[in-house]
């Protein structure tokens, strides 16, 4: 910890209870290096924020740890479980779910059915089950159309769950994709620039439906936003990203005064 600035110079990884501890992360494209010997911790019961300049590989480290991409090198840990290089679904088991920048296409399905991609316990996906315990199949789907139902509900558009998934404005589809992650019980939650092209009035809905989440419902958050506004007002400490790898981590107040990050601001592609 720099004595002076009130930030932490690089990696704090000296974090006892972490959800997520990413060690040595590296991802490269051909010739492009997108993530270099990244490594952070998310400590249990934070909301931390991930910002850095467009292009300082913030979407490649989510893609990375939530199994989407594979490493090149390094390491990522969920809950204690080396998750490196697993498939989505089995990070998704060890407690890690992420949402998307942009919200995966939903053409001909209602809110209800766009909730439901995905969710634990489908055992209609199995031909054999329908045959050996079809009453089984009827009841957890039952079940899981229950669950969407109260979810929606948690997050107050429940009056949308028979509209067409298409027609929502973009604010709305990321309440959806919020209640959609939570019904997978996670203990860490990514969110990938949630308030990108939300309204004012929405995104503060967002934000108190984060906090909720945060205080109530113990769930640890991650978020990458370069809406400084928000995240400024949300997220505690900031991790800040440069060029492939971690420049600083502190609190807000810290990070914002902070001239190597107004320095990597101005030097790269801006917020
Ligand atoms: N699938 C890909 N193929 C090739 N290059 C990629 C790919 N994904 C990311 N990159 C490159 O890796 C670098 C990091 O990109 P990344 O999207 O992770 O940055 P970012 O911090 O999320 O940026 P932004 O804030 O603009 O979304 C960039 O130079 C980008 O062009």
């Known amino acids: 910890m720099s004595e002076t600035s009130g930030v932490h110079d690089g990696p704090n990884l000296d974090k006892e209870d972490a959800v997520l501890r990413v060690e040595g992360l590296r991802k490269t494209f051909g010739g492009l290096v997108a993530t270099d010997d990244a490594s952070f911790a998310v400590e249990r019961g934070t909301i931390t924020g991930l910002i850095g300049p467009n292009g300082a590989g913030k979407s490649t480290i989510f893609n990375l740890v939530s199994g989407f991409y594979e490493p090149d090198g390094g390491t990522v840990t969920v809950n204690g479980t080396d998750v490196t290089g697993a498939a989505p679904h089995e990070v998704a088991a060890e407690g890690l779910v992420r ?141 800040v990203l440069d060029q492939g790898s971690v420049l600083v981590e502190g609190s807000p107040d810290a990070v914002r005064a902070d001239d190597r990050v107004i320095d990597a601001y101005l030097g790269g592609g801006g917020a």
């Open 99 to 239: 949402t998307f920048q942009t919200p995966r296409k939903l053409e001909g399905m209602t809110v209800r059915e766009a909730m439901l991609v995905g969710p634990r316990n489908q055992p209609g996906e199995s031909f054999v089950k329908l045959f050996t315990d079809p009453e089984g199949v009827r009841a957890a789907e039952t079940a899981n159309i229950e669950d969407a139902h109260a979810m929606l509900e948690r997050f107050e558009i429940g009056h949308l769950a028979t509209q067409p998934a298409t027609d929502l404005s973009g604010g709305q589809m990321k309440l959806v994709e919020l209640a959609r992650a939570m019904l997978t019980e996670p203990d860490l939650l990514m969110l990938d620039e949630p308030v990108a092209g939300v309204n004012p009035t929405l995104a503060n809905t967002l934000r108190e439906h984060v906090r909720r989440l945060n205080e109530e419902e113990d769930v640890t958050l991650c978020i990458i936003e370069h809406d400084m506004e928000f995240i400024m007002n949300l997220a505690d400490p900031i991790i």
